[in-house]
């Protein structure tokens, strides 16, 4: 790197006048890749790279320090000023790219946008005004961005390509300038924003030591949003490319086998409909083998161009690489782009969308985005399969597997659904000819019921609660039974039909033998490492503060000592003290977190109990009305009013648990991204599915069996009775509370709030920047992709996606023998939620880096889980939360007739009201004397010298239930395993195809290496017709595989007698598909 001065100043007078220009030079490869270990070592010196962590604040500046920094950098620049003199282009661009770029292309219109980084620009008064006096920091500025052909600028219409310095010395094409001025004087800025100012230039420096290249628009305004667009060129490309092990595809392909011909067209055929019409979405049977990146095996490649080969998603996930891990010691931390987002060096990083999502033109000319707006982001193709290729393209693997599932998910929702349709249509069918509803609803039977409260409830009839007793039979029937079972088989045949799929995928993907990308740690973690490291140092200076200080001749002092630390830390190029947080470190956070969970875990339960005293009261309310109607509609109208009071509380609870359990898992501290997801979806899949489940559990396991019976109830408070369940039972208040509860989910949470939550803050940030255009100069140039880019949400993760549909998978799953209709609902709300879920992403989201995955993570053993639970929570609803077992129980053991005859007299025991308690009685009843009252329970009459004991028929029905909750879960069991053991993991298809690629892979690199031993071969036959007294020396190639041994002449030979050759190893060790070629006799080499 050279380093000159600049023709109208001095070192010295660039100094005097607080601002000096240097143009520095570098070496470019073909592709215009800046590789400078100068600059690389220049921007480190200046910038204090590897120096020990400060025990100070980073803004205090130690005045001994200061001044050897200052001296160390004049002589570095010095040092370096004599190394080449290759140039790098100034970009000052004022211009908008070019129009084929579609604001997707550097200045030239040739490089491409890889990766966009944005920073608040605060510009301070130096460069306004080039009279700047006062010297306090020096600092380094560059700006690259390759080397391209300058524009015109006698027009006018070039200014963008050419800068002019301040001072009025013009800028040349091919000089890249060292901006050293002052941070002082008239500059207004914080000395935060100077800090900050340095952070990035040392960190753009890195980046154009590793390769990368940079662009930045001048921007004129004071304070304004600052763009520095990065392009990463082929040597990087191929570089990451195989550091990070991408497959890509090579020259050979095969053709992939089809079951059969006739069934496979036919599926075809009926499929052709609802196939998206995405043009590079299949290649047909046809698929090329993959083989991880070497820049060895170039000519292996199907390379048709060098801009296209890696897509847009990898060269933005390549860059990403690159930025996460560039050092930036200024900060103190390891880590590039993420410790600075967060401690707010830039505002944003991200890759840029593909252009417009609006289609215009030819069909054939559509990009990607525009592709997955028309074919997948819309309502309208709801209908359709999603491309998952195309997506999986797109946004990466990660977030392809997520659409993959849902889909899958979705599928299989069908013949759940249609199974819970015809279960409920079977209750339809039925209601009619059920003997205990119709035994309810008989007025002649005139059951006689105790008062549902004390003292101002009257008798009632059991015959008012006809309406209950023939809706509880829509779900409460013979046939749901088997629907539980049959969702409980579903659920285990969902997960391996997602596993082969996913096996599948990871297959045409290329993602078979990929290891686990290497994590960097978190910046929260980083920050309380690095605390934790100036805590001891402060501890280390305080003991030496206590010890006396001896000087010794040969002893290194003072400015001296700096720079052999500096020198010794940029040779380490890492922190010599390798320290990492301990359990004593995290355990204040332990304890909060488990504090904090049991109290929210009692805020649920409080909240439930709030809901169950309103029951209460209302209850109470409603029964001392003296309108009949609202006396018999007191059940339904509690219940579901309470289930949406509990409905708007989930929905508050849910967003308070979302923040808490973010909170709780940064005071964990945990070292990496995904140790940090993990942490967080255990968490708040916990709080979450408390807090919707909660109401739920209790009116199916709880609500009722401690009530108590008629003089001795139970109460709250000492004044409120325990409530009890209908007469038909508690599962149609369990129906009603889990349809209302999951219902209002979807439509409000999952629906409203994703749509109108996102709509509505981009309606504010327009407002805000429709306020701030007015204010700007009408000559302002058309936003780019990249402020385009910027004014969408950013990228925060899956979880929330995952989150929603797991509970919505709960509630399919755990308790649909109370509900057969919520699979049709699930897959109604799916239907949209993926494409919801995909405008989303394409119009309304940064576009996120593209994520290598294999799998989905955690979320798959959560799904397992509850999908084990689910058997045991539908063997206990149907056992001892509907009326299935009694019923078995009085058909085949206690009904005379074998029917279900007298069933619900069987099931009502006899109450005297002579003993009530004082005051409990009712005080005007209308239905005359009565002097026994029924309830619904198993207990001995009054007139029995066990009165109001559990009687024989009740201990014979809990052991009928508990039978069958053994017998359910163990059948169950035993046919998931069945299920799971039928049903192979990995698709034999995908087995016969995996050997096929590899023996192919080997046959063709046993091809190359015979090619190259053929060619040497030639070379060597060759050699034979020189004459005898000509030397030739063939040259080794890096792929030769001769053995190096040549035999040596007898001495005193003058090199014309024969010569004994190595022989070369034969290809037939190796394959049957490559013999040797016939051996030469009369072949001879040269020996060297």
């Known amino acids: 790197m050279a380093v000159r001065r600049s023709p109208s100043s001095t070192w010295t007078e660039s100094r005097g006048n607080g601002r000096g220009y240097v143009p520095v030079a570098t070496a470019l490869s073909e592709s ?47 040092r370096h000023s004599m190394q080449t003199d290759d140039k790098i282009p100034v970009v000052s661009c004022s211009s908008s790219p070019q129009d084929n770029g579609e604001g997707l292309h550097f200045a030239d219109g040739r490089r491409k946008v890889d990766y966009v980084l944005v920073f608040h620009q605060r510009r301070h008064a130096s460069v306004r005004s080039p009279a700047s006096t006062s010297v306090s920091h020096d600092r380094l500025s560059i700006v690259s961005n390759g080397n391209f052909p300058p524009s015109g600028g006698s027009d006018g219409k070039g200014g963008g390509s050419s800068g002019v310095l301040p001072g009025g010395e013009a800028v040349s094409i091919g000089e890249v300038f060292m901006e050293l001025d002052s941070g002082g004087g008239n500059d207004a800025a914080e000395p935060a924003d100077h800090e900050m100012r340095l952070i990035r230039q040392e960190f753009e420096a890195n980046l154009l030591e590793a390769g990368l290249e940079i662009e930045r628009d001048r921007e004129l305004k004071a304070h304004s949003l600052s763009f520095t667009r990065l392009h990463a060129p082929w040597p990087v490309l191929c570089r990451e490319a195989e550091f990070l092990k991408i497959k890509v595809p090579t020259k050979t392909s095969y053709e992939i086998k089809e079951e059969s011909a006739f069934s496979s067209s036919v599926w075809r055929k009926l499929k052709q409909p609802f196939q998206p019409k995405v043009p590079t979405q299949d290649h047909g ?22 801009d296209t080969f890696f897509d847009n998603a990898t060269r933005g996930r390549i860059v990403y690489e ?73 946004f990466g693997e990660k977030i392809g597997l997520y659409f993959a599932w849902l889909g899958v998910y979705t599928q299989l929702l069908v013949p759940a659904s249609i199974v819970g349709i015809i279960v409920f249509g079977y209750g339809v069918a039925t209601v009619d000819t059920n003997i205990p509803s119709l035994e309810m609803c008989d007025e002649r039977l005139n059951f006689t019921m105790c008062p549902l409260c004390d003292g101002a409830c009257d008798f009632w009839r059991l015959s008012t609660a006809c309406g209950t007793a023939r809706a509880s039979h829509l779900f409460d029937n013979p046939a749901t039974v088997f629907f539980a ?38 910046p929260k973690y980083e920050t309380i490492l690095l605390q934790k490291r100036q805590r001891k140092q402060k501890k280390k200076k305080k003991k030496k503060k206590n010890q006396p200080v001896k000087q010794e001749d040969g002893t290194v002092t003072g400015k001296d000592r700096w720079r052999r630390n500096l020198l010794l830390a940029m040779a380490a190029g890492t922190p010599v003290a390798i320290e990492k947080l301990t359990w004593k470190d995290r355990l204040p956070g332990y304890c909060i977190n488990v504090s904090s969970i049991l109290f929210m875990f009692g805020l649920t339960f409080s909240a439930v109990f709030g809901v169950i005293i309103y029951r209460i009261t209302v209850s109470a309310l409603m029964a001392m009305s003296p309108d009949p109607e609202t006396k018999s509609n007191v059940r339904v109208t509690v219940t579901a009013t309470a289930v949406i ?29 995904t140790n940090f997801e993990e942490r967080l979806i255990l968490k708040a899949f916990l709080l979450k599915f408390m807090n919707a489940y909660a109401p739920i559990f209790y009116v199916a396991f709880f609500k009722g069996r401690f009530a108590g019976r008629p003089g001795s109830y139970v109460y709250v408070f000492n004044d409120y009775r325990m409530e009890e369940c209908a007469p038909g039972g508690c599962l149609i208040e369990l129906c009603i509370q889990l349809s209302i509860i999951m219902l209002g989910k979807q439509l409000i949470q999952n ?106 993570g955690i979320w798959y053993n959560i799904l397992s889980g509850m999908g084990k639970f689910s058997v045991i929570i539908n063997a206990f609803v149907i056992s001892f939360t509907s009326d299935f077992i009694p019923r078995l129980v009085y058909q085949y053991m206690y009904s005379q007739s074998g029917t279900m005859h007298g069933f619900i007299d069987h099931t009502l025991s006899y109450f005297n009201v002579s003993n009530f308690k004082p005051g409990t009685a009712p005080q005007n009843s209308h239905h005359g004397d009565v002097t026994v009252c029924r309830y619904k329970d198993y207990r001995e009459p009054p007139w029995s010298p066990d009165a109001y004991h559990f009687s024989k028929q009740y201990w014979c029905v809990l052991a009928a239930r508990l039978a069958f909750v053994i017998l359910f879960q163990n059948l169950v069991m035993f046919l998931s395993l069945v299920v799971a053991w039928v049903i192979p993991d990995i698709p034999k298809t995908i087995v016969e195809q995996l050997k096929r690629e590899k023996k192919l892979l080997v046959d063709l690199f046993l091809r190359e290496e015979k090619d190259k031993f053929q060619l040497i071969q030639s070379l060597f036959a060759k050699d034979a017709s020189v004459p005898q007294g000509g030397h030739v020396i063939p040259l080794p190639g890096r792929y030769s595989t001769l053995p190096q041994c040549a035999t040596q002449a007898p001495v005193g030979d003058d090199g014309g007698g024969p010569r004994a050759r190595c022989r070369a190893a034969s290809f037939n060790l190796y394959t049957r598909k490559f013999p040797t070629s016939p051996r030469n006799e009369n072949s001879r080499h040269t020996a060297v």
Request: negative net charge; glycine residues 4%; aromatic residues 10%.
């Open 322 to 394: 690159i930025l996460r891990r560039t050092v930036c010691a200024r900060t103190c931390q390891t880590i590039g782009i993420t410790t600075l987002i967060a401690k707010g060096v830039y505002d944003a990083a991200f890759p840029l969308h593909d252009g417009d999502y609006n289609a215009t033109g030819h069909p054939e000319e559509r990009n990607d985005r525009q592709v997955l707006h028309e074919e997948w982001a819309r309502y309208s193709a709801f209908y359709k399969y999603q491309p998952i290729d195309l997506v999986r393209k797109y």
């Open 285 to 306: 049977p046809t698929k090329f083998l993959t083989h991880c990146f070497s820049r060895d095996k170039l000519h292996l490649y199907n390379i048709t161009s060098k």
């Open 32 to 78: 215009s890749s800046i590789h400078s270990d100068a600059l690389y070592q220049l921007t480190r010196d200046v910038s204090r790279v590897g120096l020990e962590p400060f025990t100070e604040s980073i803004l205090e500046v130690d005045a001994e320090k200061e001044e050897a920094w200052n001296e160390e950098a004049q002589s570095l620049l010095k």
């Open 485 to 522: 079972i049959f969702m409980s088989l579903w659920a285990v045949l969902f997960l391996e039909h997602w596993k082969r799929r996913q096996i599948s995928l990871s297959f045409s993907w290329d993602l078979t033998g990929i290891e686990d990308d290497e994590e960097h740690p978190r």
């Open 751 to 856: 629906n409203i709030f994703e749509i109108g939550i996102p709509k509505l803050k981009k309606l504010v940030r327009t407002l805000k920047d429709k306020g701030g255009a007015e204010k700007e100069e009408e000559e302002e140039r058309p936003p780019q992709q990249w402020n385009l880019d910027y004014a969408l949400a950013p990228f925060e993760g899956l979880t929330p996606e995952y989150m929603e549909m797991i509970i919505q998978f709960g509630f399919v799953s755990l308790f649909v023998a109370s509900f057969p209709l919520a699979p049709l609902f699930a897959l109604l709300n799916n239907v949209i939620e993926i494409r919801l879920d995909a405008k989303k992403f394409v119009t309304e989201l940064r576009r996120p880096v593209a994520v290598r995955a294999k799998d989905i």
């Open 645 to 673: 009071i509990n409905l708007v509380v989930i929905l508050i609870l849910d967003e308070i648990y979302g923040a808490v359990a973010v909170w709780l898992t940064e005071l964990e501290i945990p070292k990496t991204e």
